[in-house]
């Protein structure tokens, strides 16, 4: 079975529409930000999806979202990771997020094992910009968000 995550599109109305969106910690993606970028997400198994999403925005950023969350059609990553999601408007401080972190042997064979941020850095952004930095996958949340709006 192909491995599932769940998230949350957090948006909120300014001069236009923003989306929160958070760039992933660790080595691999320090020097990519074009595509590189994500809803808070994380993957689950026997979990409701909505709590694990709950729980995984919570663990990324340090905060706890409420609100009306409204269900976005699933989508599939490159990699075949389906991810469901939901949008709910709210406003948190993308320069207060505070992620868990993991464990990894780097570099690379070293015997050495660092720890990282899941989540090295969080941003608001505008729909067009979001389009340009979100995983190319998940533009179809920043769709479906607009459909929802209009």
């Known amino acids: 079975m192909a491995k599932q ?7 909120r109305k300014r001069t236009g529409t923003e989306v929160f969106l958070i760039h ?3 080595p691999f993606f320090a020097k990519k930000d074009l595509g590189s970028w994500s809803v808070p997400k994380g993957e689950y198994s ?5 709590m694990a999403a709950k ?10 979202i409420l609100g009306n969350f409204v269900p976005l059609l699933p989508i599939k990553q490159k990699g075949g990771k389906v991810v469901v999601a939901w949008a709910v408007e709210g406003d948190i401080d993308a320069e207060a997020v505070v992620s868990n972190t993991f464990e990894i042997i780097w570099p690379p064979h070293s015997g050495k094992i660092q720890t990282f941020p899941e989540v090295d850095k969080a ?5 067009d910009l979001a389009r340009e930095k979100i995983n190319q996958a998940q533009i179809s949340f920043l769709d479906q968000l607009e ?4």
Do not use: H, N, Q, Y
């Not at 995550?5 to 948006?11: N, T």
């Not at 026997?46 to 909505?50: A, C, I, Q």
């Not at 941003?123 to 729909?127: E, I, K, L, P, Q």
């Not at 459909?147 to 209009?150: E, H």
């Open 5 to 11: 995550s769940a998230g949350i599109l957090l948006f």
């Open 24 to 26: 992933p910690g660790g």
């Open 46 to 50: 026997e979990e409701d999806p909505l």
């Open 55 to 64: 729980r995984e925005f919570r663990e990324e950023t340090g905060f706890d």
């Open 123 to 127: 941003g608001w952004f505008s729909m």
């Open 147 to 150: 459909v929802l709006l209009a």
